[in-house]
């Protein structure tokens, strides 16, 4: 439609003080290329793509660098470097407002990546109506693979959920070649245990003191006594939980004991938040299962494929978001 062409200055300028400075129209409606900016923008905002079927903004490289580089030097609160947005209610189960792909094979490929120099947030993930504010996806495997990995101290302020749970560490007596595991103790209860070793006093008597603390968080206390060394038949708890502290009797004068007490929690975040130890499934969870592979089921089985449209695209299409025709990147 229109072509021009210059060696030092501008090519096409067109400048409008109320309307479209340049506006371009077809397959492709504005094409640029240049040895540092195929098109460049600046305003209020410096680029702004709209489609309706399509990409709104597609960027591409070959050079190995930055496809999209979104910069903002404003120290101001809320201000962006890339951000992403959808407007629809209703979007679609793998719609994206910020989608970030890797399909290289190699060990520190990052799909998104985000940093933070300061106190605040390297990745940020909000949910106001009850869904998940970040989600990790490993194909549902139990085996394989991560669906999130932490390197440092992790803090959860709320309940966690998991099926099972364990420490791994370097073994202690091969820390370089090998690693030792311990599951966590479970409980249908919100228990707390407690232990020690108490020697006797002459009458076979003994005091065991807890910490102040102790029952303002536990109540519902259990016992268990063991005599060590020496056979005590007759040792029994002669005083129960009061005051913070217990009383062991009838044992052996200048014996000793291993006690242990447990105790449920009764502080205000247990009492507000109790854990069921029984729920029926609901809604697209029931008639399937967390684990189905315990089970001989399918992935397709599995709560995470029934509850999750982002699930279902990730399992069904496991080569991945389609990705857009480089010679024809609107799809036409």
Do not use: C
Request: charged residues 15%.
């Amino acid at each position: 439609g229109v072509f021009s062409r210059s060696d030092n200055g501008i090519g096409v300028y067109g400048e409008s003080y109320t309307a479209t400075g340049v506006y371009g129209f077809g397959q492709t409606g504005v094409y640029g290329q240049g040895d540092y900016a195929g098109v460049q923008g600046s305003g209020p905002i410096g680029l702004f793509g709209s489609s309706t079927s399509g990409n709104g903004v597609y960027a591409y490289t070959e050079t190995g660098q930055e496809a999209v580089i979104g910069r903002n030097l404003s120290t101001a609160y809320g201000a962006r470097g890339v951000f992403g947005e959808i407007h629809s209610t209703q979007p679609g189960g793998s719609s994206s407002a910020v989608l970030g792909v890797n399909n290289g094979t190699g060990a520190s490929g990052i799909g998104v990546w985000g940093s933070q120099d300061g106190t605040g947030y390297g990745v940020l993930g909000e949910t106001l109506n009850g869904g998940y504010a970040v989600v990790g996806d490993n194909g549902g495997s139990n085996t394989s693979g991560y669906a999130g990995s932490f390197n440092g101290r992790v803090a959860v302020v709320g309940t966690l959920t998991k099926g099972g749970g364990s420490f791994k560490i370097d073994h202690p007596l091969d820390p370089a070649n090998k690693y030792l595991y311990h599951s966590f103790v479970e409980s249908p209860d919100m228990k707390n245990i407690y232990d020690g070793v108490v020697t006797l006093d002459e009458n076979g008597r003994a005091v065991v003191t807890m910490p102040d603390w102790f029952e303002a968080l536990n109540q519902n206390f259990r016992y268990q006594l063991t005599a060590i060394g020496a056979s005590m038949p007759d040792l029994y708890v002669s005083e129960k939980i009061s005051d913070n502290h217990f009383a062991i009797a009838g044992g052996q004068p200048g014996g000793e004991v291993s006690w242990q007490v447990t105790g449920i929690r009764h502080d205000p975040f247990a009492e507000a938040y109790r854990i069921p130890v029984e729920e029926d499934k609901t809604g697209s969870e029931k008639g399937h299962y967390l684990y189905p592979e315990v089970y001989g089921k399918s992935v397709q089985d599995s709560v995470w494929y029934a509850s999750s449209p982002n699930a279902r695209y990730n399992i069904d299409h496991p080569e991945g978001p389609q990705q857009p025709d480089l010679n024809d990147p609107l799809g036409q």
